[in-house]
């Protein structure tokens, strides 16, 4: 199973990334009052899943 990343078109990301940023301001302020991501959390899933 290659995951469904790779069949996500780009035009869809950058719709809601824009949709976040318009909303939010940024995908971090998205991240904290959206989600309820604390900045720790954040920490945490960075360190995790980005190379």
């Not at 995951?3 to 990334?17: D, M």
């Not at 976040?20 to 959206?34: C, K």
Request: net charge negative.
């Amino acid at each position: 199973m290659q995951g469904i990343l790779p069949t996500v078109k780009a035009a869809f990301i950058e719709a809601a990334l824009d949709a976040i940023d318009e909303v939010y301001g940024s995908l971090d302020q998205y991240l904290h009052d959206g989600l309820g991501i604390t900045a720790d959390e954040i920490t945490r899933l960075q360190s995790k899943y980005l190379v």
